[in-house]
């Protein structure tokens, strides 16, 4: 009788360890999503941001051609490095605006 009552405590602790262990890994998870959710605010407010510039910088002038013009407002004084991303973006923009110049030209 002492085998079995033993071996029915040893299955419960080990059904307890493994219980405590995935609620010590959803946590972790749950973490790690919420990390990477701030991560991708980060990035995706950042690449809004750019697009904004863009933006401005390639709306049509209003102003008429005697006028100066004003310089255009300073945008950051510094930005790191861009990523791979944002990188194919500017480029695909860059190349967009080259189109649409020889279009108009």
Not at 46 to 73: G, I, K
């Amino acid at each position: 009788m002492s085998m079995t009552f033993w071996i029915h405590e040893v299955s419960q602790s080990a059904l307890a360890a493994a219980v405590a262990t995935l609620g010590v890994v959803i946590l972790l998870e749950l973490r790690s999503i919420v990390r990477l959710r701030r991560a991708m605010d980060t990035h995706l407010a950042r690449v809004f941001e750019q697009l904004d510039l863009l933006r401005t910088e390639n709306r049509p002038s209003t102003a008429p051609a005697s006028e100066p013009q004003a310089a255009p407002p300073a945008a950051v004084a510094y930005s790191p490095p861009i990523g791979g991303g944002e990188a194919r973006l500017m480029a695909s923009l860059a190349a967009a605006r080259a189109r649409q110049g020889r279009t108009a030209a």
